[in-house]
């Protein structure tokens, strides 16, 4: 385990590889307790999802046309999810971050978030923004980052996802965000690099910086999680 005290004014990063949603939140929950007592330092993890479509809190069931024995038959798995927001989908290339911190206030941290992506995808070369009353990172009227926390005696867990060269096939299966007429797009669909191992250094230092903080890679071992990371890696994870 790492030493919380001398790891002051960094932001510890996970690579969890590709996890299912379930044995992800899993993680986070166990994440979640140890911050609370202050056992860890606030923590971001990193990881893929394989096909998978979640509902938020304020979903609606018509989001999801012929409900999950439709997405089962299709091979997508669903799960109704803790997290702020509406239907979203994961996918194999979609980089997803949970955030395991302390915070103070949800709207100025959701900002943040915002913020952080659309700094890593600049770095990434797509011009990125938000748009009034819509929360998330849009590429014009295209969205490409999507945002749903769950707060818990003062520490996050949920977070965001960010399209980077998925095929977003799941999407067609779900209303994206409550959105009828949202279209979804990725960083290879806008021209940038869609290669998720940068992508994941790139948002690690972004969201580091906004937090006023360092990034410090850690290992699951090293955090206390009994997870094996990196399993079933899509080629660009691996990749130099």
Request: glycine share 10%; net charge negative; with cysteine.
């Amino acid at each position: 385990m790492l030493d919380v005290m001398a790891a002051a004014e960094k932001l510890w990063t996970c690579n969890l590889g590709r996890l299912p949603w379930d044995q992800a939140l899993g993680i986070q929950e166990q994440l979640r307790a140890m911050r609370q007592d202050d056992a860890i330092a606030d923590t971001l993890l990193l990881l893929e999802h394989p096909p998978t479509v979640t509902l938020g809190r304020r979903a609606l069931p018509n989001e999801v046309p012929g409900g999950s024995e439709r997405l089962a038959a299709l091979g997508i798995a669903f799960a109704i999810a803790d997290r702020g927001g509406r239907a979203t989908c994961h996918e194999p290339g979609q980089l997803v971050g949970y955030p395991i911190m302390r915070i103070a206030d949800v709207h100025r941290f959701v900002r943040d978030i915002e913020l952080s992506i659309i700094d890593a995808l600049a770095e990434s070369g797509v011009n990125a923004g938000t748009r009034e009353g819509l929360t998330g990172v849009w590429c014009e009227d295209r969205k490409i980052g999507s945002i749903g926390i769950h707060v818990q005696r003062g520490v996050t867990t949920h977070g965001f996802s960010i399209n980077a060269d998925n095929s977003l096939e799941t999407f067609s299966h779900v209303t994206p965000c409550g959105l009828p007429d949202v279209e979804m797009t990725s960083v290879a669909l806008e021209g940038g690099d869609g290669n998720t191992t940068r992508l994941r250094e790139r948002v690690a230092a972004a969201f580091a910086k906004q937090a006023g903080l360092r990034p410090l890679p850690v290992s699951p071992d090293q955090l206390g999680i009994a997870a094996e990371p990196a399993r079933s890696e899509s080629p660009d994870q691996v990749a130099a």
